[in-house]
């Protein structure tokens, strides 16, 4: 299930970016109330899981994002949270492609 | 602790000074002529404000820190922003006793706590080990278990799950803690811990800190509330956590007294 369709906006500056990312939203068994995620694929290649924090023990960083993993890159120290999904996404992307994670923010899918 | 004034006073002292004589004597039995000796190393000793590097990474080492009251951790940086936090210094804890040897500070120690601190001159402590040998031994002693601790702390961040590394922990601080008299009979005890703070110590996002203190408590293990913990059952605690507190050589006579027992020489 895809759940962010991308900027498909042929520019020159995004075309070959655009063309490798994609998402995917899954659910993850976490321990908690936290079951919301996001797989983060660049070029086929996953790279980064994103979770929603859900569960009520978060206070008020409940509602943000968080990388709960990473994979193949070095990410070195990142921030602990985001405001949204898209937010999580472009860190990664900017972190990885030095651009940012091009989605479609009208269909809504990536919070 | 804003009403402190910087200097202590000497029922701080006393309980500081009490801390060192009670820890170092779980090592080597300790005559009046030693215990004297430990109690004058906390006497010029300040009040210092949490958050304060008592020395940092690269600083050139002279003198050895006794922590009084309050709690102190050994750690180093990153260029990247990363900390690891590599131990908790307690109460009646000396901050590396030959850390005046090193030519410079290869991490650094700072205060988790409000804490109160004397500063040892190196040549006041070189000075206390010629003249109290066993004290020298008691320190020995002291160096060793901060080694095996790092060793329990190694396999935590190496091997144990997310939820066993902060169970190990908590059943290692409520052991340590107890020697010094720092945990009530209801296994309470207070951690002046941040969440960023655990997750530095045992490798861990916040996240999965938060997690899995929720998980403790679900568990009914834990009791987390306004920075005072309370390990509601300690022996199933210390099962998840694949504890054995053997290594912090806590209970049963003086270490010393036990080796020289083993190998039947006189105490």
Partial sequence: MIAGEFDQRKTARTETFLAQTSAYKTRIKTDSADSNALLLLVAGELIAILVELDDESHGEARGQWFIEATFGMNFGSRPDLFASAADAANWVSQHVCHRPFALNHQNGELR | MPDKSPLCDE???????????????RFVPLNDGERDALAKLGRNARWLRRGADLITEGDKPVSVFLLLEGWAYRYKSMADGGRQIMAYLLPGDLCDVQIFLFEEMD???????DALVAKIPAAEMLDLMDQYPRIERALMWATLVDEATLREWLLNVGQRNALQR????????????RVVKLVDESNTYALPLTQVELADTTGMTTVHVNRSIQRLRQEGLIVLKNNELTIVDFDRLAEVADFNATYLHTDGPPVEQKLRSRLRLPI
Avoid: M, P, W, Y
């Fill in chain 2, 166 to 177: 902060l169970a190990h922990l908590f059943c290692e601080l409520c052991v340590r803690l």
């Fill in chain 2, 11 to 25: 029922s701080d002292l006393r309980s500081g000074a009490n801390a060192v004589i009670t820890k170092l004597g």
């Fill in chain 2, 107 to 113: 991490h650094s120690i700072g205060l988790l706590s």
